[in-house]
């Protein structure tokens, strides 16, 4: 398996930037890379369901986005370094959560689907004030 660390989160203003990074580690040499074969950014506010924010998909090196930050965050990744990050530009009060990032084991399926991803870090706090 892979350990994924998240760091990044913080307090940002309405219209603020943050950059979410997420470090892979363990067995990281498997499958096509960061030990995965996809890896996502999910969150999940108080009360609510871990949703579905980005993914890219290492065979194809595709990205895609939840549509409420379609436009304002960018996934990206540096595989030297085995990190992903997230660049959340624009930020909004309803982009408040912890944001997670994930590690699919899957060669196929759907990347959007937080059941498809067997590897998880702990969680980083993102609060947006209005």
């Known amino acids: 398996q892979v350990q994924l660390v998240e760091s990044g989160g913080g307090l940002v203003q309405a219209g603020g930037s943050l950059r979410l990074s997420c470090a892979a580690s363990g067995r990281t040499s498997s499958s096509y890379a960061m030990g995965s074969y996809a890896m996502g950014w999910f969150r999940q506010a108080p009360g609510k369901e871990r949703e579905f924010v980005a993914s890219i998909t290492w065979r194809d090196l595709n990205t895609y986005y939840a549509v409420p930050v379609k436009g304002r965050f960018t996934m990206s990744s540096d595989n030297a370094k085995n990190t992903v990050y997230l660049q959340m530009n624009n930020l909004k009060p309803e982009d408040t959560a912890v944001y997670y990032c994930?590690?699919?084991?899957?060669?196929?399926?759907?990347?959007?689907?937080?059941?498809?991803?067997?590897?998880w870090g702990q969680g980083t706090q993102v609060t947006v004030s209005s």
């Open positions: 994930a590690a699919s084991h899957l060669a196929f399926g759907s990347y959007q689907y937080k059941e498809n991803f067997g590897s």
